[in-house]
């Protein structure tokens, strides 16, 4: 809403976040991780297709020990979950 305030009716920042009660960093806030966010998606989409009976565990462990990629388990984890690998049924 403060960038709306900000573009449509020619307000300054700082009085718009103000108004909106928004701090100024949050304001300018961009994410930064995007394209390593889609990495980690395709690796564990990857991993998962060839590796049916891998967890969350094995797949971190995989990245971070073969692969040598310093990502955050929480960063992985939440990425994991949002794809809803971890929504997957055991055949029995």
């Known amino acids: 809403m403060a960038k709306q305030a900000v573009q449509q009716h020619s ?6 976040c103000q108004a909106f009660l928004v701090s100024e960093s ?3 806030y961009e994410c930064k991780h995007n394209a390593e966010n889609e990495e980690i998606a395709n690796w564990l989409i990857r991993l998962t297709d060839n590796h049916r009976n891998w967890g969350f565990g094995l797949c ?3 990245l971070r020990n073969v692969k040598s990629f310093g990502w955050n388990h929480k960063r992985v984890y939440r990425i994991y979950r949002e794809l809803e690998l971890n929504l997957r049924i055991k055949p029995r």
Not at 11 to 16: D, F, G, H, Q, W
Request: proline share 0%; hydrophobic share 40%.
């Open 11 to 16: 307000v300054s920042v700082r009085l718009a």
């Open 26 to 28: 949050c304001y300018r």
């Open 60 to 62: 971190y462990l995989y």
